[in-house]
């Protein structure tokens, strides 16, 4: 399938999990569209790009080693991302990757994810939690970054410092999560 047919496929996606999960399965199926994928992704500006990031969610969610050839291509697009509907699942992927790496069980990903990728991570992450963003990309953000910040020390005093500043003016959900995280972090 060529990028321009998958950009076609993609218009068929919808916010249905049925749709998400047949497409995320078409791509786990034919690994070869990933790279298309993320080019359609990382096409920002694109609507489309949304649908294609919800489908490297579902992706990354039942195959999440299908990623490592795309690390680089990944972490270096990732902060590129505005549109609410394809941060969310970008910011999701994040949380994924951070919950494998730092996580009790083996996982392929901790050969794979360097230095320089975590420090992308970090700070799409910190982005988004100071930026205008939506709760849940915070939320994803504030797990990774407290994930993330078990090996980088200077995580924690900044994590601490905007959930303690924020919290007074964020959404209940908001306010759940942070609780949890200062709780872990002060532990």
Sequence with gaps: MTKAELYQELNYVNHSRDKRVKYANMVIDQPDLIAPLLDIL???????????AWVFEFMCGEKLEAIIPHLDTFTENMS????????????????????AYYGKADHLLKQHL?????????????DWMINDEKVAPKA????????LGQEYDWIYPELTLIL????????????????????KIKK
């Design 140 to 147: 994803y953000s504030m797990v990774s970054l407290f994930l």
């Design 114 to 126: 360097t230095p320089k990728q975590k420090e992308k991570i970090i700070e799409a992450c910190f």
């Design 164 to 183: 303690e500043r924020d919290f007074h003016i964020q959404s209940a959900a908001f306010k759940a999560r942070a609780r949890h995280i200062l709780k």
């Design 42 to 52: 990382f096409d920002v500006d694109d609507k489309i790009s949304c649908r294609a």
């Design 80 to 99: 590129k991302v505005h549109l609410d509907s394809a941060v969310r699942p970008v910011s999701k992927v994040c949380e994924y990757l951070t919950k």
